[in-house]
């Protein structure tokens, strides 16, 4: 089979080529080709089957309907103007996020007008979708209601997904993701970033600032359990989905001071000494817009799994990034 | 002040032209200008202000950009392709409701990017952003499922009414129609068309067919009442809106059964005797996805107002379409 990943040279990206083609197979089928595109070209990976890599902009003339003319058999579309980005850069956000996301859709539908074509589509969403007020533990019925440019932009890829699969034209999953903990690399000025950066400066001796209250509470994933989602998404039985085809993915509920009782157990408490408490009333404000927790059953009676505690993401991070072990 | 009116031949395009006109003001303030735009050119009204009647389509180059070249200070979005024909012609629905909706937003943004510019734009969506499985009773919170295209870009289009508005970009109110009866005229293919079709013929001594079960119930309000929803949405106060810019309008829930009574109230037994039950599992199927009854919380907060009754609808079309007396 033929695996498109657009968006494959950003976190999530590198981690699901890795992970394709450590697996070798998608559904128990052989993965023949690979195709990688990102706006940087990706690195090449060492893949034994067809490779192709791209640098190209999905929201550019011509673009998309290059990548489907190759009729891959699942298209994973991670590639996105980050929240922050989109918010700083209207125009960018609605041509990326939007414009490149219906360029997509819409190559896909006229590859199919002459010959018949269905692939599968996996769509990243977010949990940005979701904006205060809300409950503290989220349904999945409740409303779209996104605090953001970002997140209105995947609400209607959501909805895009959802028309274009209910006409037949794709067969799409679309998977709302936690926010993901512990990202590997440099801290960055995300409003999310503190949440990784209070465990991943400290589990290598550096200090880290916390911005918010200890009582902050939040829903997580670990990029493992990201590419798991992406994974299942891309081979799980959509026969029962109908209209419905966004889930909330099942991730951890955790609050800042469950991050760092875990970040105690795994390090130490000099690990815990290295945060520094500098509450920033604009971080505070932000993040009180953010969805707390979900109750994902849909997503779990379709098979998704997600990480077994706050203990275990940190776990991972450990034994994914830092090779096992702990920098004496 | 200068108002535009956008799918301003329709029903409720011409029943609005002709409250603004009968009005003379709006918001306590004059109507100087009015500006009448749809694909056909609407009829000229009798207007003693300064009046523009446009034939164009908002999806073409540079349409959008010229209505709004005159700064109108209110905007009513009622341009679009309706349900049947967006499910029939995928790219015409999508052109005209999607990007037709999209290039007047950004001809709004662009227009007050030079010199400050942020008119009240009122857009009709439609109950058929929902789609089942739902409640009996549909609350503010609840999500977005269309079962349509024409519910999708429903969807979408108030999606981007709310982050336009969020950038301050312009001052959105959407509001979600209910089906609207009775509707005025001949009867047309609609799946809907025999909820007005069942009260609209046999008042006037016609036949008409009802193609489900009497146990039906669906959410109804009158032209007149949609077209108080249109007012009141151009001229409330919307500070207290914050993000979620759409709302379900008040309406009436009522079965055919009920219908069928207040029929039976305002002409007779002769009359109800012209309803010809024929079931049509095609028309049955579609309409068990139609919402049912919605809790319209926030809109009567919001001082939206709705019909009384069911009788009161039957009402006002025998006042406002047949002169007030039944035809002997």
Redesign the interface.
């Known amino acids: 089979m033929h695996v498109l990943v657009i968006g494959a040279a950003g976190m999530l990206g590198r981690k699901l080529t890795s992970a394709l083609i450590g697996e070798a197979r998608l559904g128990g089928r052989k993965i023949e080709k690979l195709t990688l595109v990102d706006v940087v070209a990706p690195d090449r990976p060492d893949f034994g089957g067809a490779l192709e890599m791209l640098a190209a902009d999905l929201a550019e003339d011509g673009v998309a309907a290059r990548l489907i003319a190759g009729r891959p058999d699942i298209v994973f579309h991670l590639a996105a103007i980050v929240s922050g980005e989109a918010e700083a850069d209207?125009e960018k956000g609605y041509r990326i996020n939007l414009d490149g996301t219906q360029a997509l859709f819409e190559a896909i539908?006229l590859e199919g007008a002459g010959k018949a074509y269905c692939p599968r589509v996996v769509f990243t969403s977010s949990i940005a979708v979701f904006?205060a007020p809300?409950p503290d533990v989220i349904g999945?019925?409740?409303?779209?209601?996104?605090?953001t440019?970002y997140g209105?932009q995947k609400?209607?890829g959501e909805?895009?997904l959802?028309?274009y699969s209910?006409?037949g034209f794709f067969d799409g999953v679309g998977v709302r993701l936690p926010t993901i903990v512990v990202r590997p690399g440099k801290p960055n000025k995300a409003a999310s970033g503190f949440f990784s950066g209070i465990l991943r400066e400290p589990l290598t001796g550096q200090e880290a600032i916390l911005p918010v209250a200890d009582t902050v509470r939040h829903w997580f994933a670990s990029p493992r359990a990201a590419v798991g989602f992406l994974l299942h998404a891309a081979t799980m039985d959509t026969s029962g989905l109908g209209?419905?085809r966004s889930l909330n993915m099942p991730g951890v509920a955790a609050t800042v001071a469950e991050e760092i009782g875990a970040l105690q157990r795994a390090a130490g408490e000099r690990a815990v000494s290295l945060i520094r408490r500098q509450p920033d009333p604009v971080i505070e404000k932000i993040v009180q817009g953010w969805p707390r927790a979900f109750d994902p059953e849909r997503a779990l009676a379709f098979g998704f799994s997600g990480d077994a505690s706050f203990d275990a993401i940190v776990q991972i991070y450990i034994e994914d990034e830092l090779g096992g072990v702990l920098p004496a």
């Open positions: 209207f539908r904006g809300f999945d019925d409740h409303a779209l209601t996104p605090l440019s209105t609400a209607i909805l895009l959802a028309d209910r006409r209209i419905r």
